[in-house]
């Protein structure tokens, strides 16, 4: 089982990118976006689950980011709009074959799976 990130780049303050995790050959139930910026922890920024009807967001994305799902395809976008250099840093996705509850939906143990992280840098 492999997760697939991909979409990152170079972009200017207030532009937009969509990053995309494409699933190997099944359609996981719970899925997250994580970031990690240049010499900090990471930071949980996502999560969508299966159906699409749970979706929770970290506060520093909330109205920017929006994340959905296309299970036909296996795949997790998260669209980003309005970006800033303090969204620059690689993103992961992650995710597991079950439902993660809310309250934990922003913890890394949570998920099972992991990407190999796409690069994105906000340029001021």
């Known amino acids: 089982v492999q997760l697939q990130a991909s979409g990152g780049g170079l972009v200017q303050a207030g532009g937009s990118l969509r990053l995309s995790c494409a699933a190997s050959?099944?359609?996981?139930?719970?899925v997250g976006w994580f970031r990690q910026a240049p010499g900090k922890e990471r930071e949980w920024v996502s999560t969508i689950i299966r159906s699409g009807s749970r979706i929770s967001y970290a506060d520093s994305v909330k109205g920017r980011f929006t994340i959905s799902r296309d299970n036909a395809k296996n795949t997790v976008y998260l669209q980003m709009s309005s970006l800033q250099p303090e969204d620059t840093a690689v993103y992961y996705c992650?995710?597991?074959?079950?439902?993660?509850?809310?309250?934990?939906?922003?913890?890394?143990?949570?998920?099972?799976?992991w990407g190999q992280g796409t690069e994105v840098t906000v340029s001021s």
């Open positions: 050959g099944r359609t996981f139930y719970t």
């Open positions: 992650a995710a597991k074959n079950q439902q993660v509850i809310m309250s934990a939906m922003n913890r890394a143990e949570s998920y099972d799976y």
